[in-house]
């Protein structure tokens, strides 16, 4: 594509000229009328019936989303949100009647938020080497008009040479006659090139032609603003007529006019998928009222559900859902006229991975052998509360064991046997039934004794022959090789009544080789023994963004010695893939992994995974989740082994991590503070919730374009965001246990480690007048202080003036074995501080430079492991500062590190998923996978578990799939 930018000057004065001629009814413009458009639409309510917009002149359109005009002050106008509205003239771009030749598109227009690829109306496709049609609208903060001809089969871009005003209405034409392509902004020439010829060059298929919004069959970029009207015409408008057309409205408009909010409730919304074909929405009001909520496809809102008892805690159901389609949604609060709609979001069910339920009508007769199979399931999911992630039925016979299992729960069950004529007749029973597929699955073994299977997988391990014959089958040690680390459970037994009674003394014998603790109780259910699996020896946890509270990039992992990835195998892979996140740029929070779980980010998404096996837990889509920019701030999220903690708005919401329901909502603590603040740092330790008070948009959302790479030494993206004041509340109940306010923190540096909580405050006045969390101001770095509170009191222990390098690129803290140590990256270099936790009182300092100035070679998080200060490429001795290596493992693309006892896993050999041994200094990766732009691959739970992060990569041939690598030689479990 081609850019141009400077007007020629001739024409500059005509302008005014033509404005001039036009408002004194001068001959000029009389002897030229002005053409009429073809297709011309106003956006006011005359012109609206329902979801259709009754075009002037030309075909009608269709409005997308919750469309809504806009009134009061100024001309009526159509809101675009930015997220759901647009308006559809027609899919079919080629039967539209568009010109071919000679072309005018005016538009007036009030943009709120720029965007990259901005769309005002247009008919367009910009798909690699397919760049046809054309585009009226806005690249970041100009207007733009761009189009395709015959004569060169690429766009060219048409940038103003002023930048618009976010706020302000303006008139906006761009013009081409044949031979010059131009374009005006309020009746003046922006920008012209006279490089293109011939007629315009549509696409060869068809594309999208609309109003409000950048749309081909890749990208679907809404505006978020105020649009009034919208004209296209079949000739080139001369600069009179474009002035004319400009002062002739130019008065109706107001200087300012800002697109007035939807109604926001007080929490929430948030969906939760309940089955394959529903999902459930839940929100929070502050005064009683009735659940509304209108919702529907293809960007409508034409069905509604309600509940019209009136309540402040609300939950309604769609139901009836189609699979792998969008929905939009709102909730309305209020009766009658007093409606007040909410935000139009959406949900997208190809993200609802709710397992299938199994058919209904068992395969199996109906007798005395389906009662006790059904006893046995019943008892068993019962004693393990195991009803997600896989189950193994050890032994499977005929399958009837494992179909009850599955018809009574979500797992996928795998039946396993040695009898082939077994094995072939169970399929073929319940693939008659339909109950045979992706949950309930069948397969011959040469051995039992030997499994040709994957260690550590197994949620649940159960054994058809043991209730059918009594007999013990295969080897225990081989049932506890597969059996799930932390919390899988193998159960085996039988109900009472079973004709061919089990041994107690025999199942105890079984077992007996393992060395594995089992309980054999017989009750008058019959007898049952049950084993846990404890942990994995040296499984770590990552409960926060970087490790633990402490920030040291390290979470207690030995990874069974593995220091490569010749070491590792894989041990699952599949959901998410990569259209569950956000583009891999914008360097989103990191996943967390605690109690064998693991959890993801995508876009204002989570997931919950098994972490041995991949296995889906749950899902929520949560529109106000997302946060980026992590090296500029702290991540919205923390885990212990019960709950995920995640700071939405101005709240910290309580999940189970089970099953994803919301347990409790802990608010801010109430202080004094100007506009409405949001949660913004947030850690768990202990018995504690620690978080800190920020000002109402501090934190960074925007995903899409250059400036949200966060790549800058400068500029924009590279502010550090920062909070008012930092306090504890208890994690069981959200009571608030202490709050400390005195000077700005920021976030990237707070960490809780040896019983105390540490930051670096600024108490510069300039920069505690700020009206905003995001602080870019050079002042950040004066009157500094480094402060340690106890964790458990607040009470400050100590505090540190200091004076460090300005982290004008990044700025963080960490800490390990009663040190602190503060990076600052600015000028090309790195430079270490270390401080004594105890004290506060300054040990060692050291510097070197960048290993680059882009692809965050310039903002590396150090890693703390053992004695060792990791911080690309150098290692240093925690305790002296002494230069230990400069040959860290060389990192190729953007991402960070992180540390186990023996090895530093980071982006490294050709952009791939690399290890570096500590200690030989040697590097390993896996062939075509890569991690995020910044943290997405963490060592936990006795593994490396890497969910899917590099989606939208212009830089490789990825595998785009999550994937889970568990040691080949995997220890035991812990006493």
Not at 560 to 569: I, S
Request: charged share 20%.
């Amino acid at each position: 594509m081609r850019f141009a930018f400077k007007p020629p000057a001739a024409p500059k004065l005509l302008p005014l000229i033509a404005a001039a001629l036009w408002l004194c009814g001068g001959g000029a413009l009389a002897e030229a009328p002005l053409p009429r458009p073809i297709h011309h639409w106003l956006f006011e309510h005359a012109r609206l019936d329902g979801t259709v917009v009754k075009a002037v002149r030309g075909p009608d359109a269709r409005l997308l989303g919750a469309a809504r005009l806009a009134t009061g002050k100024g001309p009526e106008a159509l809101v675009l949100d930015g997220g759901s509205v647009s308006v559809l003239v027609t899919d079919k771009s080629s039967a539209a009647g568009l010109p071919t030749r000679d072309l005018s598109v005016e538009a007036w227009v009030m943009v709120e938020k720029p965007l990259t690829w901005g769309g005002i109306v247009g008919a367009v496709r910009d798909n690699g080497a397919d760049e046809t049609g054309w585009v009226l609208g806005c690249r970041d903060s100009r207007f733009s008009f761009a189009l395709a001809t015959t004569d060169n089969a690429r766009l060219t871009y048409l940038t103003a040479e002023s930048e618009f005003q976010p706020g302000h209405w303006y008139h906006v034409v761009g013009t081409y006659d044949g031979r010059e392509h131009r374009l005006y902004v309020n009746g003046k020439l922006e920008a012209a090139d006279r490089a293109r010829h011939g007629d315009l060059l549509y696409p060869p298929t068809d594309t999208f032609y609309e109003l409000g919004a950048y749309h081909d069959p890749d990208e679907h970029f809404r505006m978020t603003g105020l649009l009034h009207e919208v004209a296209v015409y079949d000739v080139a408008l001369t600069a009179a007529q474009v002035a004319g057309r400009c002062a002739a409205k130019r008065a109706r408009f107001p200087a300012t006019q800002l697109r007035p909010e939807p109604f926001r409730v007080a929490l929430g919304p948030y969906v939760q998928f309940d089955a394959p074909d529903r999902a459930s929405i839940y929100w929070e009001t502050a005064h009683s009222s009735p659940s509304v909520l209108e919702y529907g496809v293809g960007g409508r809102l034409d069905r509604r559900v309600r509940n019209d008892r009136a309540k402040t805690v609300h939950k309604l159901t769609l139901t009836g859902l189609e699979p792998r389609t969008e929905y939009a949604y709102r909730v309305v609060v209020g009766k009658g006229s007093q409606e007040k709609p909410g935000r139009t979001l959406s949900l997208d069910t190809a993200f609802n991975y709710t397992p299938a339920p199994l058919a209904a009508r068992s395969p199996y007769p109906n007798d005395a052998r389906a009662r006790l199979f059904a006893a046995a399931a019943e008892r068993i999911l019962r004693e393990t509360g195991l009803t997600k992630g896989y189950c193994l039925d050890y032994g499977c016979g005929n399958g009837q064991l494992a179909y009850e299992l599955a018809k009574r729960s979500d797992l996928t069950v795998v039946g396993i046997d040695e009898d082939a004529a077994k094995v072939a007749e169970a399929r073929r029973l319940l693939q008659k039934a339909g109950a045979y597929g992706t949950r309930l699955t069948l397969r011959r073994v040469p051995s039992l004794a030997t499994l040709p299977i994957t260690s550590c997988f197994a949620n649940l391990i159960v054994s058809s022959e043991m209730v059918a014959t009594g007999q013990c089958v295969g080897s225990a040690a081989e049932v506890l090789r597969v059996l799930r680390p932390g919390g899988g459970a193998a159960c085996f037994g039988q109900p009472a009544g079973a004709p061919r009674r089990l041994a107690e003394s025999a199942l105890a014998e079984w077992f007996k080789p393992t060395g594995a603790k089992c309980t054999v109780a017989r009750s008058k259910d019959g007898l049952w023994a049950k084993s846990i699996r404890g942990p994995l020896k040296g499984a770590g946890q990552w409960t926060h963004q970087y490790g633990r509270p402490d920030n040291s990039s390290y979470g207690g992992e030995a990874l069974g010695g593995a220091t490569g990835t010749g070491d590792l195998q894989v041990q699952w892979f599949g959901r998410p893939g990569a259209d569950f996140g956000i583009d891999r740029n914008p360097r989103m929070p990191a996943p967390l992994a605690a109690n064998g779980r693991l959890f993801h980010q995508g876009m204002n998404r989570i997931i919950a995974l098994d972490a041995y096996n991949g296995a889906v837990l749950w899902t929520l889509e949560i529109p106000d989740l997302r946060r980026v920019n992590m090296p500029r701030d702290a991540s919205n999220w923390c885990a212990d082994r019960d709950h995920l903690y995640v700071a939405i708005r101005d709240r910290c919401w309580v999940l189970d991590a089970a099953t994803g329901k919301r347990a409790l909502t802990c608010a801010l603590p109430g202080l004094p503070q100007r506009g409405s603040p949001e949660w913004g740092y947030i850690a768990a330790a202990g018995d504690k919730l620690y978080g800190t008070s920020a000002k109402r948009g501090s934190s960074f959302i925007d995903f899409w374009g250059g400036s949200a790479w966060y790549d800058g030494s400068s500029g924009p993206g590279s502010e550090k965001v920062c909070s008012d004041s930092l306090f504890a509340c208890a994690k069981d109940t959200g009571k608030s246990a202490w709050t400390y306010r005195n000077g700005v923190i920021l976030n990237a540096t707070l960490a809780v480690g040896g019983g105390r909580a540490y930051f670096v405050e600024s108490r510069n006045a300039d920069v505690k007048a700020l009206d905003t969390g995001r602080v870019g101001s050079e002042k950040l770095w004066l009157d500094q202080y480094l402060v340690a509170l106890e964790a458990a009191s607040g009470k400050k222990l100590w505090e540190q003036p200091i004076d460090t390098a300005d982290g004008t690129v990044v700025f963080y803290l960490a800490y390990a074995k009663e040190h602190v140590v503060i990076v600052s990256s600015t000028a090309g270099k790195y430079h270490l501080y270390a401080y004594s936790a105890g004290t506060g009182q300054p040990q060692w300092q050291a510097d070197h430079p960048w290993p680059s100035d882009n692809h965050s070679g310039h903002m590396q998080h150090p890693v703390l492991v053992g004695d060792r200060v990791f911080l690309e490429p150098c290692g240093y001795n925690l305790t002296t500062g002494k230069l230990i290596t400069t040959k860290m493992g060389r990192r190729e693309g953007c991402a960070t590190y992180t540390g186990t006892d023996s090895a530093l896993i980071y982006r490294g050999q050709n952009r791939r998923i690399s290890m570096w041994d500590q200690q030989a200094e040697t590097v390993s990766s896996w062939l075509n996978l890569r991690p995020s732009c910044w943290l997405s691959t963490i060592p936990a739970a006795g593994m490396v578990l890497s969910p899917e992060g590099g989606g939208g990569c212009s830089c490789g041939n990825w595998i785009e799939t999550s994937l889970g690598f568990l040691p080949k030689q995997a220890e035991g479990e812990t006493q």
